[in-house]
């Protein structure tokens, strides 16, 4: 609520919209914000690690996104009318923290993506407003951003489906259930399925980070024992999208300081 209301002190001609986010959020349950907070985050790791993968396999499959969640119900309920309203904003804050890296080089186009989503504005005007939201400088990265509506990519065309009538759904459902079995030991051979598990994820872009997220609401632990192996094979086995030489140059330059590869407007 505080993020919201400095917003609108920052942007007066966003106050309507300010005040909006604040009336939808304060709709929502404990657990049905604590739910939001983790689908915005889900969309960030996946768009981090698919547009870098997508630009080379299949570039023209950036042109459009559909965003599909499962459904629990018959009609749209309350969470689902409000993370419609609030998941782009969500994510641009996210972002401005932990921005999503592009790996360019042979062999990889943005160009559809661009089209589609990167809207034409002065990117000096975006990083100046991006230093007075969220006090971080990008001055000497200005030329090498890119300006993405996330709006258009995330509320184009997101829906909510049964997901005994979507295949895409049952096989999400299917892959999770299986993760979770497995770092819970319930396999009989735990090692082999972590194993075949993690050729069906990405690696992460940051040295820190494993193919698998592991996050929370305060600092967690570390892994240890069984589950830690069991992580680590999944990160061992899964798809090399990021080099260790563009996984270490990002890892030191978000560490130095905040940096950025996609500029956000709502």
């Known amino acids: 609520m505080k993020a919201t209301e400095a917003y609108a002190k920052k942007f007066p001609a966003a ?24 689908q915005v985050h889900l969309i960030a790791e996946t768009l981090t690690k698919i547009i870098s993968y997508y630009s080379k396999q299949q570039p023209k499959a950036l042109a459009s996104f559909t965003w599909i969640i499962d459904r629990k119900d ?15 904003g969500l994510l641009s804050s996210q972002f401005a923290s932990h ?13 559809p993506f ?14 100046e407003t991006t ?35 979507n295949a895409g759904i049952q096989v999400a459902d299917l892959l999770v259930s299986s993760t979770n079995r ?3 030991r319930n396999f009989t051979d735990n090692k082999k399925v972590a194993t075949a598990l993690g050729r069906l994820m990405i690696n992460s872009p940051s040295v820190d980070g494993r193919a698998l997220s592991i996050s929370g609401h305060r600092p967690t632990a570390p892994l240890t024992g069984e589950v830690a192996s069991l992580v680590q094979l ?28 996609i500029q956000q407007t709502n």
């Open 182 to 184: 497995c770092l819970k």
């Open 131 to 165: 230093k007075r939201l969220h006090e971080v400088d990008l001055s000497d990265l200005a030329n090498h951003l890119m300006a993405v509506d996330l709006g258009s990519l995330v509320r184009g065309d997101l829906r909510w489906e049964n997901s005994e009538k």
């Open 15 to 38: 106050l309507a919209m300010a005040e909006e986010t604040t009336r939808a959020i304060t709709q929502l349950s404990p657990q049905q914000y604590n739910q939001c907070i983790i």
């Open 114 to 127: 661009a089209n589609a989503f990167s809207p034409v504005e002065a990117m000096w005007e975006l990083v």
């Open 234 to 261: 999944m990160d061992d086995s899964s798809k090399k999208l990021f080099s260790e030489a563009f996984r270490e140059n990002y890892s030191q330059r978000s560490h130095s300081r905040p940096s950025q590869s």
């Open 74 to 88: 018959g009609v749209e309920t309350r969470f689902e009318t409000v993370f419609k309203t609030i998941c782009a």
């Open 99 to 111: 921005p999503p890296p592009l790996q360019f080089g042979p062999g990889h186009d943005y160009l």
